[in-house]
């Protein structure tokens, strides 16, 4: 079964550190792998897009990387900031991006 | 500038009624689709449609129905609201062009939709 799974659930972060962000994947076969950064309310926005060949990918103070053998990504989040406080889903697309599977997401929030 | 709504952004509605949530995109984008999201899910495909005419079912298809008319709007219709589709509905646009489906997707701001 095609699944993503993401971890931690939630994280708590202070303002000005850096996190990474885990996302494992079964989907067979792969065509791609997303970020978005969901708000509370809001609908979802693209950070990055990576094809199977491409092993970092970085939206400023954001950097995804994927390892495609190992079926893992991770989103680096540097220097973070209050308004990074959101849930970041990961999404594997199959053949040609068809066949969307999301991850249920991380909450992550930065305090000051 | 271009962009992607949703109406209503919330909805009561009583079991077994018609809803159609609308959603209008001015990207002038070929695909659309619409997710439902839960608690401890992730979004979830309903319908989609990679252009005029042109209609799919998603992973969660059961009680909802599409149609395309023309390129801007998409509507959701459930035929037979049931206390199971309550959840928030998003709809998505892309363009359809970029190779292996890497076209950045564009989400609207949602619709709560809750059924009572």
């Known amino acids: 079964k095609n699944q993503v799974e993401q971890s931690p659930q939630s994280l708590i972060i202070l303002e000005g550190k850096n996190c990474t962000l885990q996302?494992?994947?079964?989907?067979?076969?792969?065509?791609?792998l997303r970020w978005y950064k969901q708000d509370t309310g809001r609908g979802p926005v693209s950070l990055t897009i990576m094809t199977f060949s491409e092993n970092t990918k970085s939206n400023g103070r954001y950097t995804a990387t994927l390892d495609a053998d190992t079926k893992q990504s991770s989103l680096h989040i540097t220097a973070s900031q209050l308004s990074d406080s959101a849930s970041y889903i990961c999404v594997v697309s199959g053949f040609y991006g068809q066949n969307f599977v999301f991850g249920p997401g991380t909450r992550l929030s930065v305090l000051p | 500038d271009a962009e992607i709504t949703q109406s209503p952004r919330h909805k009561i509605t009583e079991t077994g009624r018609q809803v159609t949530l609308a959603c209008h995109q001015t990207?002038?984008?070929?695909?659309m689709f619409w997710y439902r999201q839960d608690l401890g899910h992730g979004l979830r495909l309903i319908h989609y449609s990679y252009g005029v005419q042109d209609t799919n079912k998603g992973e969660v298809s059961d009680g909802y129905s599409v149609s395309r008319s023309n390129t801007e709007d998409l509507p959701l219709t459930l035929e037979s609201a049931a206390s199971s589709q309550t959840s928030v509905y998003f709809c998505a646009s892309s363009t359809g062009l970029a190779g292996e489906g890497t076209d950045t997707q564009y989400f609207g701001p949602g619709t709560r939709l809750t059924v009572l």
């Open positions: 996302c494992n994947y079964t989907v067979s076969p792969f065509s791609n």
């Open positions: 990207w002038n984008h070929n695909n």
